[in-house]
């Protein structure tokens, strides 16, 4: 399933992350791509609130993984940033797949290195510099009803 959505704001992005975050589950693995500046930590930020773990939430990209405990009794969200990793090797290296079932697993520019985390997935490429498009593609369908709720397709423009 595919879906695409907008955002004006820095609060719109985050508020598309909180209820996105607020229907995910351990094992869920999400693959963020876009240029510099595009959103991807900030929308982590809005996952993270919807999750309801601890933070602050910035990007990982000189520790390449951060883990961030539930407080709510909820999954673990693992941030990782993939930009400096040369290979699905390297990510590999990480051991995130010890901690996947019982954790929430979001890859900032994972695109062609993460993919091999889970056969399901949800991938999300933001573009845009004022106004920002993301589209959303759900691998598996395990997506189908998470992309209705966030994205629904008699609204595909939430801005």
Avoid: C, N
Avoid at 15 to 34: E, Q, Y
Avoid at 60 to 87: Q, W
Avoid at 127 to 147: E, H, K, Q
């Amino acid at each position: 399933m595919e879906r695409q959505v907008r955002w004006a704001t820095t609060d719109d992005t985050q508020d598309f992350g909180r209820r996105l975050g607020a229907l995910l589950r351990g094992g869920d693995v999400l693959v963020l791509t876009g240029d510099l500046g595009a959103g991807k930590t900030t929308l982590t930020q809005g996952i993270a609130e919807g999750l309801g773990v601890r933070g602050p939430i910035t990007s990982p990209t000189f520790v390449i993984a951060r883990v961030h405990p539930s407080l709510v009794g909820g999954p673990l969200l693992v941030h990782v940033d993939a930009y400096r990793l040369g290979s699905a090797l390297e990510l590999d290296d990480l051991d995130l797949d010890a901690d996947l079932d019982a954790s929430v697993t979001v890859v900032e520019w994972g695109a062609g290195l993460a993919e091999q985390l889970s056969d399901t997935r949800l991938e999300l490429t933001v573009t845009g510099d004022d106004v920002r498009t993301a589209r959303l593609v759900g691998v598996g369908d395990r997506w189908d009803d998470v992309l209705e709720a966030v994205a629904p397709a008699t609204r595909p423009d939430l801005t």
